[in-house]
Nanobody, 117 residues
Framework: QVQIVESGGGLVQPGGSRRLSCAVS????????MTWYRQPPGEERELIAA???????HYANSVLGRFTISRDEGKNQAYLQMDSLKPDDTAVYFC???????????WGQGTQVTVSS
């Protein structure tokens, strides 16, 4: 059974940092591109960062230069380091594992990040 579990969300002040973690089990981690999406209140879910195994990371313009995605093949985990947070970054953040070759993707349940003073 595939499990995608995010953690690390919470309340953070503007300008602060937060690190989200995504623990993956039940699949061949190296065969999946790990991605992070977010869904602000009342808006659609958007892709903000992606990293394939051994490949380059890609970012949405809205987070470029502030967020860093990474993955640890030994721990089957992905991370999202978020710096210089703004109130507009307030959203539910979702981890997603996707494989175009296998035509499969899996979602976590999401973790709330609120940026407010």
């Amino acid at each position: 059974q595939v499990q995608i579990v995010e953690s690390g969300g919470g309340l953070v002040q503007p300008g602060g940092s937060r690190r989200l973690s995504c623990a993956v089990s039940g699949l061949a981690f190296g065969e999946y591109t790990m991605t992070w999406y977010r869904q602000p209140p009342g808006e659609e879910r958007e892709l903000i960062a992606a990293i394939p195994r051994g490949g380059s990371a890609h970012y949405a313009n809205s987070v470029l230069g502030r967020f860093t995605i990474s993955r640890d093949e030994g721990k089957n985990q992905a991370y999202l380091q978020m710096d210089s947070l703004k109130p507009d970054d307030t959203a539910v953040y979702f981890c997603n594992a996707q494989s175009g070759i296998l035509r499969k993707q899996y979602w976590g349940q999401g973790t709330q990040v609120t940026v407010s003073s």
